[in-house]
């Protein structure tokens, strides 16, 4: 199974995306999705994440501005971006994780978002 992110570009401060990731093929028990962001120099970070529940977290910096969602079906979560900052210039890689056996993580290739001042 492989994940396949999209949504990313070129926004102007203050614009909006709306970031996709798809799984190819069906996930038995996918417990964790997380959208997660790495800024050139520096280390990738958790944006946020939501479990199987539906119980969200977000790191600090998101301030209200992000929400992420999830389609069960689909094997698929969102991240929708507002109020984006130039702060927010990263490549965001999508996950999902299932934390009890049969265990797996997964990774997508990764989306850039650019945001303009």
């Known amino acids: 199974v492989q994940l396949q992110a999209s ?3 070129l926004v102007q401060a203050g614009g909006s995306l ?3 990731c798809a799984a190819s093929g069906s996930l038995f028990g996918a ?10 120099g520096k280390q990738r970070e958790l944006v946020a994440s939501i479990t199987s529940g539906g119980t969200t977290n977000y790191a600090d910096s998101i301030e209200g501005r992000f929400t992420i969602s999830r389609d ?14 130039p ?3 990263a490549v965001y890689y999508c996950n999902i994780r299932r934390r009890v056996l049969p265990r797996y993580d997964i990774w997508g ?4 978002v650019t ?3």
């Open 31 to 40: 417990d964790v999705m997380g959208w997660y962001r790495q800024a050139p």
């Open 87 to 89: 702060e927010d210039t």
């Open 109 to 112: 290739q990764g989306t850039e």
């Open 18 to 20: 709306r970031l996709s």
């Open 72 to 85: 069960n079906a689909k094997y698929t979560s969102y991240l929708q971006m507002n109020s984006l900052k």
């Open 115 to 117: 945001v303009s001042s």
């Open 7 to 9: 949504g990313g570009g």
